[in-house]
């Protein structure tokens, strides 16, 4: 099924409903074996114009397409992913070190994912006002607010997730009658692209769905300042999401970009269920995903005994091949370093270091540090690794202010008994969203997913996605 989207080791980009292969390509490397998985086309600006001219031209008919029959094909994606999950699961899992077991489950949860999409998609529907509500208006009129694709929306997905988070950006613009340009990480790029020939199995028209890969350094700037691109949904860091809204104009935009959840434990929590929560949110995939617990803010009452309950967890966590172990390489040296940079930080200024801190190569063992105090680099910055920094508050209050401090705003959870305190600290929290009594995490997919601050801008989730890459248009009639 796949024979077509490489030659030897090089794949190839989608465009116009064919694969294309050009002259240069880069290295995609295995972060556990360190040898070569694969290499990507490196385009060009004229190869990228081409991506677009085909995009915009398709959308015309595509967006023509009733709703029913875009669904039909989304259907038979989502059962092809299926089908072929084995296959992918295994490409994703040596292209980013994801352990197997998350490989396969994010694969079915896109198939889900697209889905749900296209039943959405089919119960979008528009509206009908009358005009004589509004003061010193007759009865004549009859306004019809029906919705209309955006045009080409540009998908940029990251590297911890490119087949959920490139789906996640392609099934609502496709439903909405949009086509997608998708460039997708150079890290991740295999994969994302075995599930664009889904998508091409699927009987998508040629040229609704285009890739491009090639350096950001070379194309990036260059595609999102493309005046022929009328949305933009990217997932990346703050650093480059900042970038891209300031010189992409009025685009639209939806972005989802860097996290420092924090997991607020109350002194009425119930403790274990806390522990476990901890554990599983922040070191499932070593930590590399935006959503993961990144800090804990506990009172000071119970941390000691929370600690007592987390270790033996952390203890536990397999280590070493994605094939079966949890906590896996880091995706390449520089994450590696960075996570380290940090923990040498939070060393040096007096954090007590209770579990972990030793690494191989770019595998770094699950860590946790007691004491962070503010003046840490630990405490603010994202590392993207499995290192949980643990902060001691006073009360309530203190852990609320102490959480607000942050740049990001994605998400945080507090862990209470207490009803009203959860609300209390629910409704103070400056974040997207709070979990009571739970992880931090993306979804179910159609709960409404959102950042503030540094964390994004714009809603997603399977109805608002579909909703921000549409516009609504009013069709007035006046009769007699």
């Not at 989304?74 to 059962?79: Q, S």
């Not at 150079?186 to 285009?210: C, D, K, R, W």
């Amino acid at each position: 099924m796949f024979e077509n989207i490489k030659k030897e080791y090089c794949y190839g980009n989608f465009l116009n409903g064919e694969w294309a292969f050009f002259d240069k390509c880069l290295d995609i490397i295995d972060p556990t074996s360190k040898k070569l998985v694969g290499r990507i086309s490196q385009m060009k600006h004229e190869d990228v114009d081409n991506a677009i001219e085909s995009c915009s031209s398709a959308q015309k008919e595509w967006g023509k397409m009733p709703t029913n029959e875009r669904a039909k094909i989304l259907h038979k994606a989502a059962n092809l992913l299926v089908e072929n999950q084995d296959h992918i699961a295994d490409i994703l899992m040596h292209e980013i070190a994801k352990d197997k077991k998350s490989c396969l489950s994010e694969i079915n949860r896109t198939a889900d994912f697209i889905k749900f999409t296209a039943d959405e998609g089919e119960r979008t529907i528009g509206e009908a006002l009358n005009a004589d509500n509004f003061p010193g208006v007759k009865t004549n009129k009859l306004a019809f607010v029906i919705r209309e694709p955006l045009g080409v929306v540009l998908a940029i997905s990251p590297f911890n997730y490119p087949i959920n988070l490139s789906a996640s950006k392609i099934a609502p613009a496709l439903i909405a009658g949009n086509s997608v340009l998708l460039k997708p990480p150079t890290q991740g790029a295999l994969s994302a692209m075995h599930m664009v020939e889904i998508f091409n199995q699927a009987g998508l028209p040629a040229g609704v769905l285009n890739t491009i890969t090639g350096k950001s350094s070379e194309i990036g700037d260059y595609v999102v300042t493309h005046p022929k691109i009328d949305f933009i949904n990217f997932t990346g860091s703050t650093k480059v999401g900042k970038h891209i809204a300031s010189i992409s104009g009025m685009v639209p935009l939806i972005m989802e970009l860097g996290g420092k959840d924090a997991a607020i434990v109350l002194d009425d929590a119930n403790l274990e269920d806390a522990a476990n929560d901890i554990v599983s949110g922040a070191f499932s995939y070593s930590g590399q995903r935006c959503t993961a617990i990144k800090r804990v803010i506990a009172v000071d009452s119970i941390v000691d005994k929370l600690i007592e309950l987390i270790l033996p967890k952390v203890k536990e966590l397999k280590v070493g091949n994605p094939k079966d172990s949890t906590i896996t390489p880091l995706v390449n040296d520089k994450a590696k370093d960075f996570v380290l940079e940090l923990m040498h930080d939070a060393e040096e200024k007096g954090a007590v270091r209770l579990i972990g801190g030793n690494y191989e190569d770019n595998l770094v063992y699950p860590t946790v540090y007691d004491k962070v105090t503010e003046e840490m680099r630990l405490a603010w910055e994202e590392p993207f690794g499995p290192v949980l920094p643990i902060i001691r508050v006073n009360n309530i209050d203190d852990a609320i202010s102490l959480a607000n401090k942050s740049q990001y705003g994605l998400q945080s959870s507090v862990f209470t008994m207490n009803i009203n305190n959860a609300f209390y600290v629910a409704k103070r929290l400056e974040v997207g969203t709070v979990h009571i009594n739970n992880k931090t995490e993306r979804g179910p997919d159609h709960f409404p997913f959102s950042g503030i601050k540094n964390s994004g801008m714009g809603t997603q989730g399977i109805k608002y996605s579909i909703e921000a890459m549409t516009r609504r248009k009013n069709i007035v009639l006046e009769y007699n």
